[in-house]
């Protein structure tokens, strides 16, 4: 479904990538992990539009988005989260979804002026997904709470809500679970798992191993903006290169 092909980006002389080869299988989840600094939010800034290479190739569904804007993007069915929440913190958690839904509405910008039918129908069918999606995360009890007084785990669980909101093909999940205790991982996790269930492809990045190893199919590991290893979860465990960039002395014994 994706694909990165000799993918480099460059910030005036900080190699941020370089030529990355990477596929995200339809219908799979994929995780991405790496230590601080090793390019992976970059990355995602490249696959979702925010940022584009300086070469390489980047196609989804066959279709290249190498440089296409983000609203282009987001159409084509590729949502995201990001590592610092983005949430519109004054406005209510059902407003927030609602908003999110805008690049899926049809009515004309007349229609909405002068409050016709068509208009009414869709605000009703988008009300109606939002507050599905907010039942979803357990957080239909919270649409008239402004965003930005929710907890933080909340605050995580609506960012994914409004991702879903896009009605994507792909979501990018950028450190789902930072700032989750562990029942709160676990519990994303089994989302993740029955979004994927339901026809969603999942590209996770994410620190957190014992989330990467409760979800994820294939593992890419990322050091110094290169690819250095790729493969499940047990056999990247025992990679000596991944267990010196990465994964550490207490991963090599059988923690996570």
Same mark, same amino acid.
């Given at each position: 479904?994706l694909?990165?092909t000799?993918?480099?980006?460059q910030?005036?002389?900080?190699? &941020?990538?370089?030529t990355?080869n990477?596929? @995200?299988?339809a219908?799979k @989840?994929?995780?991405? $992990?790496?230590p601080?600094?090793?390019?992976?939010t970059?990355l995602?800034?490249?696959?979702?539009g925010l940022d584009?290479?300086?070469s #390489?190739k980047?196609t989804?569904?066959g279709?290249d988005?190498?440089t296409a804007?983000p609203?282009?993007?987001?159409?084509l069915g590729? &949502?995201r989260?990001?590592q610092n929440i983005? *949430?519109?913190g004054?406005?209510? @958690?059902?407003?927030?979804l609602?908003i999110?839904?805008h690049?899926?509405?049809?009515?004309?910008?007349?229609e909405?002026?002068?409050f016709?039918p068509?208009?009414?129908?869709?605000e009703?069918?988008?009300?109606?997904t939002?507050m599905?999606l907010? +039942?979803r995360?357990?957080?239909?009890?919270?649409a008239?709470?402004r965003?930005?007084a929710?907890?933080?785990?909340d605050?995580r669980r609506l960012?994914? &809500?409004?991702a879903?909101?896009?009605?994507?093909?792909? $979501?990018? *999940?950028? +450190?789902?679970t930072?700032?989750m205790?562990p029942v +709160?991982t676990?519990e *994303?996790g089994?989302?993740?798992?029955?979004?994927n &269930?339901? #026809?969603?492809t999942?590209?996770?990045i994410e620190h957190?191993?014992?989330l990467i190893?409760?979800?994820?199919e294939q593992?890419?590991?990322?050091n110094?903006?290169?690819i250095i290893?790729?493969g499940?979860?047990?056999a990247l465990?025992?990679?000596?290169?991944v267990?010196?960039?990465?994964l550490g002395?207490?991963d090599e014994?059988?923690a996570?």
């Amino acid at each position: 479904m994706l694909t990165l092909t000799d993918v480099s980006r460059q910030f005036g002389g900080l190699q &941020a990538l370089t030529t990355v080869n990477m596929s @995200v299988p339809a219908g799979k @989840v994929t995780g991405l $992990i790496g230590p601080n600094g090793a390019g992976k939010t970059t990355l995602i800034n490249n696959i979702s539009g925010l940022d584009h290479p300086t070469s #390489g190739k980047i196609t989804f569904a066959g279709e290249d988005i190498t440089t296409a804007p983000p609203h282009r993007i987001t159409r084509l069915g590729i &949502a995201r989260t990001y590592q610092n929440i983005r *949430l519109f913190g004054e406005m209510t @958690v059902l407003e927030n979804l609602l908003i999110s839904q805008h690049a899926r509405g049809s009515a004309t910008a007349l229609e909405a002026m002068i409050f016709a039918p068509r208009y009414r129908q869709e605000e009703r069918r988008l009300r109606d997904t939002a507050m599905h999606l907010l +039942e979803r995360f357990n957080l239909a009890h919270e649409a008239k709470t402004r965003a930005g007084a929710l907890p933080y785990g909340d605050q995580r669980r609506l960012e994914m &809500a409004r991702a879903l909101g896009t009605q994507p093909k792909l $979501i990018l *999940l950028d +450190e789902p679970t930072a700032g989750m205790n562990p029942v +709160e991982t676990h519990e *994303l996790g089994a989302q993740i798992l029955r979004l994927n &269930a339901e #026809g969603i492809t999942v590209l996770v990045i994410e620190h957190d191993m014992s989330l990467i190893r409760q979800v994820c199919e294939q593992i890419y590991v990322l050091n110094f903006g290169q690819i250095i290893a790729h493969g499940t979860y047990d056999a990247l465990r025992g990679d000596p290169r991944v267990i010196e960039a990465y994964l550490g002395k207490e991963d090599e014994s059988g923690a996570a």
